[in-house]
């Protein structure tokens, strides 16, 4: 389920960038949010600091929006 987390993180992350605007941004977060516990639930412990830069890059975006 992380995964696919991650990856709706990501979809909303590039409908966000193409004009999705504010909403779009703060659902990735939240996939990615849930995505990286699902990570440490898991045992996974690789893909913990690339979600983290990911949700930090969706922060600076929405940011500059």
Do not use: C
Not at 18 to 45: D, H, L, M, R, V
Request: no cysteine; charged share 25%; hydrophobic share 35%.
């Amino acid at each position: 389920m992380a995964f696919a987390q991650n990856n709706l993180g990501d979809v909303s992350w590039n409908r966000a960038s193409y004009g999705g605007g504010k909403a779009e941004y703060q659902k990735a977060i939240g996939f990615f949010e849930n995505a990286k516990q699902g990570f440490t639930e898991a045992g996974y412990t690789m893909p913990i600091p690339l979600t983290d830069r990911k949700v930090d890059l969706v922060k600076k975006q929405m940011a500059k929006k």
